[in-house]
């Protein structure tokens, strides 16, 4: 499952009053909202595109002017709206590695070719992430995102392959 937009931010309030707004951010890789020129923002129903005058930091927080927001009434409309890239800006991760998006959705074989059912959730536990997998029949299939387990995974394949350990079924 591909989407063709990736939420990188959630606006959570405006900042001042000059129309700058308050973005919590929702990936692992904020300094990306330092080079970029133009966001597109998602209020749930439309996505539209702005230019970015400036960013900054606050806390935990970045600070984003938009083109055309200029006073604190005009951000505030914006606030629960989310901060989106489309799918090819995405930060290319090293090989190995993937996001959830990309993990969502993949069916799901074990090594014997068996079909196991899709991926329809990552959950993250601490120690490691967990696949819920949903098999055909309406179970749910918990399957630890170990190496040892998780035998290969095929975006592109949209198909992830496992060794089953002794008793999960």
Known sequence: MNPEFVTIGKIVAPHGHRGAIRILPLTDFPERFFQMDTVTVFNGTERRDYAIESTGRHQQFILMKLAGINDMNAAERFRGALLQVPRAEVVPLP????YVFEIVGLEVWSEEGTFLGKVSAVLETGANDVYSVQSPEGGEILI????????????????????????LL
């Open 95 to 98: 090989p190995g590695r993937y």
């Open 144 to 167: 630890p995102a170990l190496k040892e387990v998780v035998r290969e995974i095929d975006v592109a394949g949209n198909r992830m392959v496992v060794r089953l350990p002794e008793g």
